[in-house]
């Protein structure tokens, strides 16, 4: 499981993992690692480097035309995300937005760092259905309640969780909250995918990021 986890404002969460509702259902059930899965297709420039070079683009919002590359550490960082790469039921992926001109990945704000899944596609609303390709939707990575990472993923059940306090959110059902004290949906990126595979960023978030209180 992941480390401890830190609010936006910088203090350590209250709920560590151990102590969750959620803690003792995740360990009952297999929650993937993210990234895990990741098969890289392309890279653009070095990896890795596509970090921002130009500070307004990097904490800007994802806009419209954006890419998206793998935001895990490791070998497969910043490269570009193709739809191939996600299986149904698969791994999760942490994903930055990069603008497509300036090249510059958006990572100067954690709040434009977003989740990828892929789930069937009858497994979604109608609503979500119409936000993703084939299947495999982006969500923000930042919990609702108090804006931990949202970490967890349970394939079997579609639904992601944050381990600070046990929220619970339905990716068919557009990130309904399902369980815990969120009281906010987590707000999707729609996106699309270009004639090369790339996935983008098809719209804005579908609300703003984070808890309400922040918003
Ligand atoms: S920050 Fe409390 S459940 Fe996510």
């Known amino acids: 499981m992941p480390g401890p986890q830190t609010r936006i404002d ?19 059930r297999q929650v993937l690692a993210l990234g895990s899965a990741a098969v890289a297709a392309c890279c653009f420039g070095a990896c890795g480097s596509a970090l921002a070079a130009n500070p307004a683009p990097a904490a800007e919002r994802p806009q419209k035309g954006d890419w998206l590359v793998i935001a895990d550490e490791g070998e497969q960082e910043g490269k570009v995300i193709t739809l191939d790469m996600l299986n149904v039921g698969g791994a999760m ?25 892929r789930v069937e596609p009858g497994k979604l609303d109608e609503a979500t259905l119409a936000k993703s390709v084939d299947g495999v939707i982006a969500f923000s990575s930042v919990c609702t309640h108090q ?8 394939p079997e059940d579609a639904m992601l969780a944050c381990p600070c306090h046990g929220s619970l959110f339905s990716v068919g059902e557009g990130g309904k ?15 699309a995918v270009d004639a090369d595979g790339m996935l983008t960023v098809a719209d804005a978030f579908t ?8 918003t």
């Open 10 to 28: 910088g203090k350590p969460c209250d709920g560590p993992m151990g102590e969750s509702p959620l803690n003792e259902g995740l360990q009952r």
């Open 93 to 117: 992926m942490n994903a930055w937005p990069v603008d497509a001109e300036s090249k510059t990945t958006r990572s100067k704000s954690r709040f434009n760092k977003v989740i990828v899944v």
């Open 147 to 154: 804006a931990c990472a949202v970490t967890g993923w349970i």
């Open 177 to 191: 909250v399902l369980g815990g004290p969120a009281r906010k949906r987590l707000p999707i990126l729609p996106l």
């Open 207 to 214: 609300a703003k990021v984070g808890p309400a209180a922040q």
